[in-house]
């Protein structure tokens, strides 16, 4: 049922074995040319994506990418430091404002690698981890062969409402008695609606569990003030990727509440400090954390009107798929309260085929598995996500027009209309929003340096 990609061009060869060494570098660049046009060609609509501002891509091409800061600001293990602390000190102020948290450790390369901290720093091979179901849309960090499995935890899941693909929070109180978890986590990959997090509080609270919750998808949501608190809620800790609805560099970051102590004695806060480095990372990638810092400073000038955008953007995005005919998730509570739709599509064809085929007409998107599914290869699903598009500026018009060029590109026969309505549509969209404006549109083709001593 796949359509060939008939307007994108194909990759180049890959350079073989006796091919010259400039070659390599021209397939890369070549590829990456390519790559960028493809982007500003087509509709972007990953939920975990975004594109970072400018002035924060600015950050990653400087010295800072060819050094080390092992240990702390003030108390490092490598010299050279004394222009980096600064710029380390002042991120974490500015993560601190942003949300408005007692402490953040900005030094995480990624989600993943917060969490891996945090549960290293929480928990002990053994104890008992609680987290939403995969079927719910949890992330592989909470399963056997992801980070808590990495930490030896056992991981027994919240009792879920499958309408919303969210936790049956009273469900969860009573289980969180009977289980007496060492940690309650919150969190999703497919995170449709806000979780009650004061009862999990409480109930983690009573059996002596610490709390966290990966934001990772949601935290230029929270930054923005439009989804919920989960810190001033009482959460522990916030772990995060910093690139998807924050719009930052692909990093991490973990944010706590105020210090409290563990069941061994020692601090939260301390704890974290030492899982972080030396026990997870080496080099924290420094142009990363300049990066990060530039973005958490745009966020405090843009983020809450990006989130608005961000959440009515994905409510405009649904409410025009359901006038077209498509299966929109969770149709009877307003399909989603974040920047996820998630759609139905087994009727078309299912998610794989429907993505693959979307990708071909300029509509990039995932394959996604809904409640029931049982195969995350072929499951019955896709989400949409719409940071992206509303990080260039479309809004409700341009929903209606997304909803359109999906709804035929799941449908065969329209193929080439929709591979030109979809580049026609994006080519009025190229500058960066909710951010600092510079010169560059946000699929700028790179400006490769010019190699002097090729053979
Ligand atoms: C809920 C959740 N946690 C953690 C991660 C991992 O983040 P990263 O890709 O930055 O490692 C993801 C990634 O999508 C996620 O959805």
Redo the contacts with the bound molecule.
């Keep these: 049922m796949s359509n060939s990609n008939h307007e994108f061009p194909k990759p180049l060869e890959i350079p073989n074995s006796s091919s010259k060494s400039e070659q390599s570098l021209n397939f890369f660049r070549n590829q990456i040319e390519q790559h960028h046009r493809r982007f500003q060609a087509s509709i972007p609509l990953i939920a ?1 994506e975004n594109l970072v501002s400018r002035a924060a891509m600015d950050m990653f091409t400087t010295d800072l990418h060819n050094r080390y800061a092992e240990g702390l600001p003030g108390s490092r293990y490598y010299e050279g430091n004394e222009d980096y602390d600064p710029i380390e000190l002042h991120t974490e102020e500015l993560a601190k404002r942003l949300f408005n948290a007692p402490f953040a450790d900005v030094r995480p390369i ?6 891996i901290s945090a549960l290293f720093s929480l928990a002990s091979p053994g104890d008992k981890f609680m987290a939403p179901e995969l079927a719910a ?5 909470t399963q056997k062969f992801g980070a808590a499995g990495l930490r030896g935890l056992t991981t027994i899941t919240y009792p879920s409402i499958h309408e919303t693909m969210s936790i049956d929070t009273d469900l969860a109180v009573k289980a969180i008695h009977t289980e007496k978890p060492r940690i309650c986590y919150v ?3 497919v ?1 449709l609606f806000p979780n009650d997090l004061k009862p999990i509080v409480e109930a983690a609270n009573e059996v002596g569990a610490n709390t966290m919750y ?4 949601v935290l230029g949501l929270i930054a923005g003030k439009q989804f919920q608190d989960p810190l001033g809620d009482g959460m522990n800790l916030i ?6 609805t924050f719009p930052g560099p ?3 970051v973990i944010l706590a509440n105020k210090d409290v102590e563990l069941p061994n004695g020692k601090s939260l806060h301390k704890t974290i400090r030492n899982k972080v480095f030396p026990g997870v990372h080496s080099n924290h990638h420094l142009h990363k954390v300049a990066a990060f810092g530039v973005s958490l400073a745009e966020a405090l000038e843009f983020q809450e009107d990006y989130a608005k955008n961000i959440i009515s953007n994905a409510q405009n995005l649904a409410e025009s798929l359901w006038n077209r005919g498509m299966k929109v998730f969770a149709s009877d509570l307003g399909f989603t309260q974040s920047h996820t739709v998630l759609v139905d599509v087994s009727e078309r064809g299912g998610g794989a085929d429907v993505s693959k085929r979307c990708e071909a007409q300029g509509l990039i998107m995932n394959k996604n598995m809904l409640p029931g599914d049982t195969s995350a290869v072929n499951p019955s699903g896709i989400r949409l996500g719409t940071p992206e598009m509303t990080r260039l500026g479309m809004g409700k018009d341009a929903m209606d027009e997304v909803a359109e060029l999906i709804h035929l590109a799941s449908i065969s026969g329209h193929e080439s209309e929709v591979r030109e309505r979809s580049k026609s549509l994006k080519n009025q969209y190229t500058e960066m929003k909710y951010c600092w404006k510079t010169e560059e549109n946000a699929y700028t083709l790179p400006n490769w340096s010019e190699i002097t001593n090729f053979n």
């Design positions: 975990s990624s989600g993943t690698a917060a969490n849309g949890a992330h592989i960090s969190g999703q990959s995170y990966d934001g990772a998808h772990t995060a990727s910093t690139h998807k692909q990093h991490g």
